[in-house]
């Protein structure tokens, strides 16, 4: 779980530890309520018992009180755990360029970095690859700006919800919105791209805006 230090001090980065919920009750102090284990197919669960508990810590790093079982919601685990969902792509462009866009035509697009907010209710994973490779049929309009990117970085919301339009617009509260049209021609969004002079995974608004879409609460 990679750390950085920020101006208001260190915090963590949530996105790559993947599948754990937990809920924040209050300003100062995380509480766990649920444990979601990495693996978490059939065949593990048949030869691994799981006993998964909540520590609690002093500001000493000593033991709090007692270790509190904590359950897992499998049903919850089998119904999110699908190939769909929503996906963010993070692309670098080096230099100020102009690129043609489809339908959109020629749109003028400033160095720094883009995030582009997609789904696939199916086959998510094979998404995800087509956009990272390049040489391919341009068939969206991120196929363009990804052609011309140095690096392309992707981060999946696996779901069964759709969460595409909530998702823009929550990145559209934390980052500069992206020409209008971009990747929305299928919806009422303004834009599904968003710009970023900073690398959007050093920005703690950008991980406490993704934070309840990766990981909502169980019911």
Excluded at 56 to 84: H, V
Excluded at 184 to 210: G, I, M, N, Q, W
């Amino acid at each position: 779980m990679p750390s950085r230090n920020g101006a208001d001090g260190i915090y963590w980065s949530w996105l790559d530890l993947g599948p754990m919920l937990h809920e924040l009750m209050n300003r100062n102090q995380w509480s766990c309520s649920w444990s979601i284990p990495i693996e978490s197919n059939d065949s593990f669960r048949t030869i691994t018992r799981i006993l998964p508990v909540a520590l609690g810590w002093t500001s000493s790093l000593r033991l709090k009180g007692r270790p509190k079982p904590l359950s897992i919601p499998w049903a919850f685990i089998e119904r999110e755990a699908q190939d769909c969902g929503a996906y963010l792509l993070l692309m670098k462009l080096t230099e100020n360029r102009p690129i043609c866009v489809g339908k959109l035509g020629e749109l003028r697009f400033e160095s720094g970095w883009y995030v582009y907010v997609g789904s696939a209710m199916r086959n998510l994973t094979a998404r995800i690859a087509r956009h990272l490779r390049h040489r391919k049929r341009f068939r969206w309009h991120v196929d363009y700006l990804r052609e011309a990117a140095l690096e392309c970085r992707a981060l999946p919301i696996r779901s069964s919800l759709r969460q595409e339009c909530a998702l823009a617009e929550a990145m559209g509260s934390i980052l500069t919105p992206g020409p209008a049209g971009f990747g929305s021609s299928d919806c009422d969004c303004p834009t599904h791209l968003f710009y970023s002079p900073e690398f959007p995974l050093y920005l703690r608004a950008f991980h406490k805006t993704v934070e309840p879409f990766r990981m909502p609460k169980v019911v």
